[in-house]
């Protein structure tokens, strides 16, 4: 009996050392496979890292290439007499950005990508009325060499624009012009849920902004412009070329507007409604709505993101 025990035991104790080296080795495999994922993981944040390092370089270049590309149209717009205050404005903001020490996200080089793809339709518009202008100036030029006209006659020319010109004054008269009235501006959620006024960023997929225009029996009936012009906290208008947005003509200049409809006025206190979707976040704060009509302002309205 203590021979066949003797026998058995030596042969246990091994059974159990073979059981702690397995045991040891499962540990040394688990331990090397999460060292190397932690290794992966690491790697991998370095990566992102220096992507992210690249992108910010690579939008820097883009921001000095469409500034250098403003200053081009700056310079040849103003040599022929145009009006470069909207680009002088868009100059100013990139300059700004470019100038920030602040290190981008991908969500804040995705949002200037886009504007600078935006601001990159402002300079084909800007090619076009270069050709125009110069188009104008050649003109202008060849009729100067060609004027043949007598002082009397050119007097006569004044005198007719001058007349043309109050009649069309007396028409655009304070009693004609036009006025928008009862105005909401409400946020649209992705829903279909409306709120006004004191809304969240969350809460605007689109806004939507309703008047109508005035009885006025003195204005004339026919074709207007209604523009609307979102002015941010900033007190820069807010405005996407690719969603529509634009510029035109207030007061002698010329300035964004956000969004836009053609109508044939009627007098029927006819109704407006307006959507602008932003595609990104509104900075927290009031805004003023603005409405104008003839190169004049016909209504204001106000909201605050909170």
């Known amino acids: 009996m203590n021979t066949n025990f003797e026998k058995e035991n030596p042969r246990k104790s091994d059974n159990g050392k073979n059981i702690l080296i397995i045991v040891l080795i499962i540990l040394v495999i688990i331990s090397g ?3 190397y994922y932690d290794a992966v993981d690491r790697n991998k944040k370095t990566e992102e890292i220096l992507l ?3 992108d910010n370089n690579e939008i820097n270049k883009r921001l000095d290439s469409i500034t250098y590309q403003l200053d081009l149209r700056i310079q040849e717009i103003e040599k022929l007499g145009g009006d470069v205050a909207a680009l002088e404005e868009i100059r100013e903001q990139l300059i700004a950005e470019r100038n920030s020490d602040k290190k981008r996200s991908a969500q804040e080089i995705e949002a200037l990508n886009r504007q600078i793809k935006s601001y990159t339709a402002v300079l084909n518009e800007k090619d076009q009325e270069i050709i125009k202008l110069r188009e104008v100036n050649q003109q202008l030029f060849a009729e100067n060499q060609d004027l ?3 002082q009397a006659e050119i007097e006569e020319k004044v005198v007719q624009l001058n007349l043309q010109k109050e009649e069309l004054e007396e028409k655009v008269s304070i009693a004609a012009r036009l006025k928008a009235e009862n105005i909401v501006i409400a946020a649209v959620n992705s829903r279909g849920r409306e709120r006004e006024d004191g809304f969240r960023n969350r809460q605007i997929d689109r806004l939507k902004i309703t008047f ?3 009885d006025n029996k003195v204005a004339q009936k026919g074709p207007r412009d209604i523009y609307v012009q979102i002015i941010a906290p900033n007190n820069q208008p807010i405005f996407d070329i690719a969603r529509g947005s634009g ?5 002698g200049r010329e300035e964004f507007y956000t969004t836009h ?3 044939l006025f009627d007098n029927s206190r006819q109704s407006l409604t307006y959507f602008y979707e932003k595609g990104s976040n509104y900075t927290s704060g009031k805004y003023e709505v603005r409405i104008y009509a003839d190169n004049y302002q016909i209504g204001t309205g106000s909201f605050e993101v909170k």
């Open 52 to 54: 992210l390092s690249e």
């Open 33 to 35: 496979i999460k060292l």
């Open 247 to 251: 510029t035109f003509m207030i007061d």
């Open 148 to 150: 043949k006209s007598s």
């Open 261 to 263: 409809q053609d109508i």
């Open 212 to 214: 109508n225009l005035a």
